[in-house]
């Protein structure tokens, strides 16, 4: 896959065809959202990821649960909002 500037990165996860491909529901962070989000980030360029409401109540909570799985997943956030974060691989490819 050709690396894509971040700027056009970004337009893609801020886009609003971009939809929602996985929940985090009251089972929270475990190996198969992980390995799910792996194997997203094997087909498509960036995989939008959503917290179910009353998870993680605040802003840090969101963004340690974020941070986490970005780290398990050899990714990065490149874009959140709320309850909603963008996922790429590492290196923005």
């Not at 802003?59 to 909603?84: L, P």
């Amino acid at each position: 896959m050709k690396k894509r500037p971040l700027s056009n990165l970004l337009k893609l996860a801020k886009s609003e065809s971009l939809r929602v491909s996985i929940r985090i529901g009251k089972d929270g962070v475990n190996t198969s959202l992980i390995s799910e989000l792996e194997n997203q980030l094997e087909k498509r360029t960036v995989v939008k990821l959503k917290i179910n409401k009353g998870m993680a109540p605040n802003k840090e909570d969101r963004k340690q649960i974020f941070t986490r799985i970005a780290d398990e997943s050899n990714s990065s956030v490149i874009f959140q909002r709320g309850n909603v974060a963008v996922f790429c691989k590492a290196g923005g490819q």
